[in-house]
């Protein structure tokens, strides 16, 4: 089954610890996307790559950070920096090639910082 | 800067009454305008892509439409599990690869 997979489900880290959220895919997608979202406030882009080794700066960046070593993996980390952490993480991925934007969505990761 | 309103932000219906979601866009030109699915606490399920004005694309009770400025998702005889939340989303030319949400439509179904 070619899909996207994200883990922890739910995540519970104390305020001050950096916490990794993994994002797998195989459906041999190029570009891989990072979104948070809020109650209310729609899906804001954190990161995404287009390619394996390079990344861009999505909305909000700021207190992320995020590496594309494989074409499978694009892992994201919360780091201490980040103010207000406790959000709904999602993962997509998309073909990367001219007609074929759309997205496709992990299940998602909770994360709850206290 | 490109942007998409959704409206109505919730709507409830019975079961079997038919109705339109609306997604209004402004967009540097338009590559592709992007339907989603969302159920709680999950990711969001892709629907349709429409390319240009005059598109239809349907799937099972669902119609989606585009014009050059919106975009209609409509329902038609709905049953509960069509209860979500819809997303709509833009994709325009100056954007790389980075799609714009609006903030979603919460639809529930009475039976």
């Known amino acids: 089954d070619g899909g996207i997979t994200q883990s922890p489900k739910y995540l519970f880290r104390k305020e001050g610890q950096n916490v990794t959220l993994s994002c797998e895919q195989n459906l041999n997608h190029d570009a891989m996307y990072w979104y948070r979202q809020d109650p209310g406030q729609g899906l804001r882009l954190i990161y995404y790559s287009q390619i394996v080794n390079d990344f861009q700066k999505g909305d909000i960046a700021e207190g992320y950070s995020v590496s594309r070593e494989k074409k499978e993996s694009f892992p994201l980390t919360v780091t201490s920096a980040q103010k207000n952490p406790t959000a709904f993480y999602l993962c997509?991925?998309?073909?990367?090639?001219?007609?074929?934007?759309?997205?496709?969505f992990g299940p998602g990761t909770r994360l709850t910082v206290t | 800067e490109d942007q998409v309103t959704q409206s109505p932000e919730a709507l409830r219906l019975q079961e079997g009454e038919s109705s339109s979601l609306n997604c209004s866009y402004t967009v540097s030109g338009l590559r592709g305008l992007f339907w989603y699915r969302q159920d709680p606490g999950k990711g969001p399920e892709f629907l349709f892509t429409l390319y240009s004005a005059g598109e239809e694309k349907e799937k099972e009770r669902l119609k989606a439409t585009l014009t050059k400025k919106e975009s209609f998702l409509h329902i038609t005889a709905p049953k509960p599990e069509d209860s979500a939340t819809y997303l709509c989303a833009v994709l325009g030319l100056q954007g790389a690869q980075k799609l714009v949400f609006g903030q979603g439509t919460r639809l529930t179904i009475n039976p």
């Open positions: 997509a991925s998309s073909s990367g090639t001219s007609g074929r934007w759309e997205q496709y």
